[in-house]
């Protein structure tokens, strides 16, 4: 789950539409944004290309270098097809989202088009507080990856010590500044899809040379049905898919967003598909599954058992990723939450900027020691679940957003999804958060629980007199 910062910014700006416009929407939005009524329009910038490219490596992430394992131990040697499903309940509600952002062009996202259907400011809230749990949450899961087997190659330290100093060093980064941009994205997407490339053609080799067992992908755990065996393993799948979802907020600069987006929405989230697919067939056809369930860098023993590629180079590779997934999600949390006290929806000391660097410093402590305390107290599929879980109420609420909104229209044409996909990606959403364990309901329900308390306490002190902040503070 990655943002950019020009998507952060438009998030609090979501909830900021969604606590101040609770009015029924009829909406004459035309796609062109350049120029709008508070004043010049952002530039329309992103082709199709870069768009395709920009979900292409939000949603290769650092979650699939990680979860082949997990997926081994839920699934055995049929990976493939827990993540095949995964791609489907995907495409469902990316349905949704191209909708939704080809009608409302200048809407911020999930917050926002759930302010539009609902008319409820503390559903938008929800809906936004979700997305920044869910980026704590995934912080956590990555630097758990992070301090595995991949670095296991290099340095033998235990994982939960160094997660926390991983954490502590993405904090600092955070804090001088960071300044990423599409082209980033670009090199960023390169890196993790050549790693996941290698995995393949290594895997390809080594059951050319007659070695592995391609008979394992139709094999199950012992005692495990095909039913439980696909729920339970799609439930882990579905954690490296998401990252599309943020995607919507680039709409007002996309060229043509009502043509250019469906495409390179669809177009990224089957390339990735078909990735993961190739990978979920080799990985266990060369490694067996119960290898792979048993190491925290899966992908890594497929590379050792080809032999002929250095495993400090793929680990540098891996670690590349699920450094840069980790950081990325790190700055949309503490932006996110800075942004949400700027709009007085979170406690106004979140709003505090350090006074040469200008970064949010008190977010990016709070988000920071948060995320520590789970990659401590948590466990990557935990984790990983749990991630899943928040995400998953942000995509229930934008699916039955694409129905409610039928009943408004709009001049320009938009792309419009066939009326089963929102009603099958809302029964999806709901079998997926029916398989979550109790432990991840619990960890989603101690959060949300955080998040609402500080907001009503936010919006207690700003009627008492206290209001959060309008522009920003310094220290």
């Given amino acids: 789950m990655q943002l950019t910062n020009r ?40 082709t199709g290309p870069l768009l395709f490219l920009f979900v292409l490596g939000d949603v290769l992430g650092a979650g699939v270098y990680a979860l082949v394992g997990e997926l081994g131990a839920e699934a055995g040697g049929a990976i493939w ?23 409302y062009p200048r809407a911020g996202g999930s917050a926002v088009f759930a302010q539009r ?57 955070n804090a001088r500044g960071i300044q990423e941009s599409l082209r980033a994205n670009v090199v960023m997407t390169v890196v993790e899809l050549s790693g996941l490339v290698l ?14 067992d391609p008979g394992r992908v139709l094999e199950l755990p012992a005692g495990t049905s095909w039913g439980a065996a696909v729920l339970g393993g799609a439930l882990i799948a579905f954690y490296s898919f998401v990252g599309f979802e943020t995607s919507a907020n680039l709409a007002e600069e996309v060229t043509d967003v009502r043509r250019v987006y469906p495409r390179a929405l669809f177009g990224a989230l089957l390339a990735a598909g078909l990735v993961y697919l190739l990978v979920g067939l080799v990985a266990p056809a060369v490694v067996a599954p119960e290898d792979l369930a048993a190491s925290s860098g899966p992908l890594l023993e497929v590379v050792r058992a080809a032999g002929g590629v250095p495993l400090e180079l793929f680990s540098v590779v891996a670690l590349v990723a699920v450094a840069n997934g980790a950081l990325l999600t790190m700055i949309m949390a503490s932006r996110l939450a800075y942004g949400m006290s700027q709009e007085g929806l979170l406690p106004p000391v979140l709003g505090r900027v350090l006074p040469r660097r200008r ?44 129905l409610v909104l039928r009943r ?68």
């Fill in 7 to 46: 998507q952060v910014a438009d998030l609090p700006r979501a909830l900021r539409a969604g606590r101040a416009d609770t009015r029924p929407v009829t909406t004459t939005d035309a796609p062109d944004a350049s120029t709008r009524r508070d004043g010049p329009g952002l530039r329309r910038a992103v």
């Fill in 81 to 103: 097809l827990p993540l095949l499903v995964a791609l489907g309940m995907a495409l469902l509600t990316a349905a949704s989202y191209a909708e939704l952002v080809t009608k």
């Fill in 117 to 173: 259907a609902f008319g409820s400011p503390l559903v938008s809230f929800l809906v936004g507080f979700c997305m920044l749990a869910a980026g704590v949450t995934s912080a956590a899961g990555l630097a758990l990856a992070f301090g595995g087997d991949y670095l296991g190659v290099f340095l033998d330290v235990p994982p939960v010590p160094t997660a926390l100093v991983f954490l502590a060093l993405v904090a600092a980064l």
């Fill in 199 to 212: 995995v393949v053609v290594l895997g390809a080799i080594v059951l050319g040379r007659g070695e592995g």
């Fill in 359 to 402: 970064t949010p410093w008190v977010a990016i402590v709070v988000t920071t020691v948060v995320a520590m305390v789970l990659a401590a107290t948590g466990e990557l599929v935990d984790l990983a679940s749990t991630v899943v879980l928040l995400l998953l109420f942000v995509f229930l609420s934008t699916n039955v957003a694409v």
């Fill in 408 to 475: 408004d229209r709009v001049e320009h044409a938009h792309f419009r999804a066939w009326t089963p996909l929102p009603v099958l990606a809302v029964l999806t959403c709901l079998v997926l958060l029916s398989q979550q364990e109790a432990r991840h309901w619990a960890l989603a329900g101690v959060l949300l629980a955080v998040g609402l308390v500080l907001h009503l306490a936010t919006r207690r002190a700003s009627r008492a007199g206290h209001p959060g902040p309008k522009s920003q503070k310094s220290e």
